[in-house]
């Protein structure tokens, strides 16, 4: 699996977007870009995944660049309760034996009012 | 549905004793992790099961064994605990065909080790 590269902080202002960018320059083509977030004390939790398109749910987006070297995620109206670690993962398919999900140190997101 | 659910919540053991860690999934999905945290540090794989009667080691195995009871329920068993294995402890699962292949991760078991 690709390593991926993530500040290690950042802060947002409560209501307004929060970009959390990570760069994955060793992807490779047939390697998905993940989102989890952990908020503290709980498990992990999916957000959103892609493979070179933009996509969006309910709970952010998420802008993958045309080399697909870099990626950032948008939670589009943070909250206190998005104050969470995000973790950005870049895999394969789980398949023989790549079942791995490798999580890096992410990013602490404090949200403030 | 309760989704992933750990049992225990928090344990205390001594050096040497042993334990059985429980993870169940009312999700049908089809494989199951165990994944330890440590302080300040990311999630690392012990042992995963990607299907029903079968088990494979994570990036930390050692010390560790695991039990693919049925499709539900996937245990970890530390042997002979160790200060070392203190940490907190997640159990996910996840589908393996369609979908998004993400895991979803239960509430995590606290283990100290004194």
């Known amino acids: 699996d690709a390593k991926t590269t993530q500040p290690t902080s950042m802060d947002c202002a409560e209501g307004r977007a929060a970009n959390l960018p990570c760069n994955h320059s060793?992807?490779?083509?047939?390697?998905?870009v993940y989102w989890y977030r952990q908020i503290h004390s709980q498990g992990p939790q999916y957000i959103i995944h892609?493979?070179?398109n933009n996509e969006t749910n309910e709970m952010a987006s998420l802008i993958i660049t045309e080399d697909r070297k870099s990626s950032t995620l948008i939670l589009p109206h943070a909250t206190l309760r998005d104050t969470a670690v995000y973790y950005c993962?870049?895999?394969?398919?789980?398949?023989?034996?790549?079942?791995?999900?490798?999580f890096g140190k992410g990013t602490l997101l404090t949200v403030n009012p | 549905n309760a989704g992933v659910t750990q049992t225990p919540k928090f344990q205390v053991l001594k050096t040497g004793q042993s334990m059985t860690l429980q993870c169940a999934q009312d999700?049908?999905?089809?494989?199951m992790y165990w994944y330890r945290q440590d302080p300040g540090m990311g999630l690392r794989l012990i042992y995963y099961?990607?299907?029903?009667?079968?088990?494979d080691k994570g990036e930390v195995p050692n010390g560790y064994n695991v039990s693919r009871l049925n499709k539900r329920e996937f245990s970890l068993r530390l042997e002979s605990a160790a200060p070392s294995q203190t940490s907190v402890y997640f159990c996910?699962?996840?589908?393996?065909?369609?979908?998004?292949?993400?895991?979803?991760f239960g509430p995590g078991t606290r283990l100290t080790v004194t």
């Open positions: 060793t992807i490779s083509g047939n390697e998905y």
């Open positions: 999700m049908n999905h089809n494989s």
């Open positions: 099961s990607a299907s029903e009667g079968t088990t």
């Open positions: 996910a699962s996840s589908v393996t065909s369609g979908g998004a292949y993400e895991q979803y």
């Open positions: 993962i870049v895999r394969v398919l789980p398949g023989g034996s790549n079942y791995k999900l490798t």
């Open positions: 892609g493979l070179k």
